[in-house]
């Protein structure tokens, strides 16, 4: 028999309908925020993610899901979004498009990890990305953003941490401090001896050695006078809207093309994999990747891991649908007029739905064939229907049909015209 891929999931059920409630509510957060959507494709020229990631990291070295098509270009399977819409950025100059350059995206990423809770190699996440604002205000509306997505959802254990990682001119003197640090170590796994000399902030992010790391150098200590102003600025932006965070001097994130602010949203109610969202600043990476010299910053939020924290606070239970509505027939002659009903329902022939006082968003099921009355009921039940509709004989012969409440068992009749 066959069966999904290691690490993918067929989304169904309940998980199908939480996916798409946080995609409604995200939407419409990033929306009043004044971000636009733009879709990019899932997979793109292999080199994108190696050249803007960095090489030294766990996506490129190892999660990175690489095919040749046919003519032999060697492409990748996204890992994440921010590549692909700096890419899009570039290639249609929504620079010179837009007045101003705020964009989201939904979708899926693929990456080849092993697969556990909150771990998978297909997984989906909604993410936002500022384009050419180099101020502290775009830090802080971005993380804002993120946080207010969350709140949405009725997220509340959540801690936001918050970092600098320099930029060009005092990162080199943290680098050097690290490489000393950690140099003195004696017991470094095999990725971090490896990293040491490639990039050595990623050791900080180590996730079998990091406990060791007592008394680190802090990129804070050395941030020059514009990064220590603007992260400064960042923190009391950010505490005037009411947002609590704390300064984590060792988060670092894994991703190579982070200048300045880093944060990252973990939320106690999830378990180990407790990162919900990360993002940060990336003033280089337009450049680097062929545009103009742009400063951005961004984030994305793991959406299946969302749906684990707000799985604790009810969220699948404010889904709950009450406006099943059922149409029952309790004479099989009936079939073709109980059809024809169920239909305007489902088209709102003539205004059915307002005129019969009955949710705009409904949902329609039945009639069906060859069931006793008793069981279309049970099957109304099952289904949660909020209401039942009845052709009987009788009261069809005289225009009229029957709606049964299934929570009081109240029913009224009405006239069909
Ligand atoms: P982690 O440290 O958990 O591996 P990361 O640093 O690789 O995370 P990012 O690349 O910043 O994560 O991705 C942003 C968010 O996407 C994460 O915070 C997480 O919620 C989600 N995410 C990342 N990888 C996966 C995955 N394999 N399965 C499900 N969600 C994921
Ligand atoms: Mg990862």
Known sequence: MYKAPRGTHDIYGQMALGLEKLDEISR??????????????????????????????????KEM?????????????????????????????????DPVNKYFYCGDMFRYERPQAGRY?????????????????????????????????????ITI???????????????????EYFSSINDLCEDCKRRLEKNPLRLLDCK???????????MRQCLCDDCKNHFEQVQALLKGAGCNYVVDDKLVRGLDYYTRTVFEIRSSAVGSQDAICAGGRYDNLVKELGGQN??????ALGSERVLLAAEKTGFFDSIKKDNVIFIAVADEELVIPAFTFANNLITNKDNIIEKLNLPKDIIVEGPFLNKS????FKLADKIGASKTIIFGKTEYDQGKILIKDMSTQEQVLINLH
Do not use: W
């Open 121 to 157: 190699r297909q997984f989906t996440q909604m993410g936002a990305e500022y384009f050419n604002n180099p101020n502290p205000t775009a830090d802080a509306e971005i993380i804002l953003l993120a946080a207010d997505i969350l709140s949405q959802l009725n997220i509340k254990e």
């Open 65 to 97: 899901y690489l095919f040749e098509d046919r003519k032999g270009r060697k492409l990748a399977l996204r890992p994440e979004g921010t590549a692909s819409l700096v890419r899009a950025y570039i290639e249609h100059r929504f620079d010179m498009e």
């Open 208 to 218: 079998i050695d990091s406990s060791k790391f007592t008394n680190v150098p802090s």
């Open 294 to 299: 742009i400063a951005s910053v961004g984030f």
């Open 161 to 179: 941490h918050l970092n600098s990682l320099g930029c060009s001119n005092c990162r080199p003197i943290f680098r050097q401090k690290l490489v």
């Open 28 to 61: 419409k957060v990033f929306k009043r925020h004044n971000f636009k959507e733009v879709k990019t494709p899932i997979f793109e020229e292999a080199a994108l993610f190696t050249r803007s990631i960095g090489e030294a990291t766990d996506i490129v070295e």
């Open 373 to 376: 009355l008793k069981s279309q």
